[in-house]
């Protein structure tokens, strides 16, 4: 069974999207981390993958749509939580997170189509700050992340140079860019004009 796991936290003001703040309000960075984790769920539910799993920090609302298998995230750092998520799952697994909303279906689609290829064993979408937006392994083993420095310029290389040290042959995905900033809303907002994020973000009032 392939399963999609989504690393989420409830929009809540004051614990989602603080980096946005100024010159968003606490309440209007989590509005737009809502607009953008309703968008990721969407794509995700456009997919051809059998399982569907929102793992999460907090309480889940009425923005889950049907569908949908929610999990508690495990405590500990983000390396431990993802960590807790992949191992939780039994057969092939892609993990993403909820600062692309400018994922499609198409696109996670074409994530599977490689993990899922001969000779891969593993799949990592790299972000343009360091990072990654996407990770999947074939069959989930510990260990994945240990060493990794999350939140880094350096998350993305140590992370493909860690699956490369347990042996598994990786292949890239697409580069996306994560929505961390105001400017990174900005930009991905207009790559995605019909998006709820675009349309959360448009009607943001920021103070002068």
């Known amino acids: 069974m392939t399963t999609v796991v989504v690393m989420a936290k409830a929009p809540v003001p004051g614990r989602v999207k603080t980096r946005l703040c100024p010159p968003c309000t606490p309440e209007q960075a989590a509005a737009l981390a809502g607009a953008a984790l309703t968008d990721t769920l969407a794509a995700v ?16 609302g009425p923005w889950v749509p049907a569908g949908w298998e929610i999990v508690p ?5 983000f390396a431990a939580r993802l960590d807790g998520a992949v191992t939780a799952i039994d057969g092939p697994v892609v993990v993403v997170g909820m600062d692309t909303p400018q994922l499609t279906p198409a696109g996670l689609d074409r ?7 001969r000779d891969t064993d593993a799949v990592l979408g790299p972000a343009d700050d360091g ?18 420095e ?13 699956l490369r040290v347990l042996g ?13 900033t105001f400017a990174d809303a900005l930009v991905v907002a207009a790559g995605i004009p019909r998006s709820h994020f675009a349309a959360q973000l448009a009607d943001t009032r920021i103070a002068a």
């Open 45 to 60: 539910a456009g997919t051809t993958c059998e399982r569907r799993v929102l793992a999460l920090d907090g309480a889940p």
């Open 150 to 162: 999350m939140s880094t310029e350096r998350t993305g290389r140590q992370q493909c140079a860690r």
């Open 73 to 77: 995230q495990v405590e500990g750092d």
């Open 131 to 148: 990072g990654y937006w996407a990770i999947g392994v074939r069959a989930p083993r510990a260990g994945l992340f240990d060493d990794v």
């Open 111 to 117: 994530a599977w189509s490689q993990l899922l290829a």
């Open 168 to 180: 598994l042959e990786v292949t890239e995905l697409d580069r996306l860019r994560d929505v961390d």
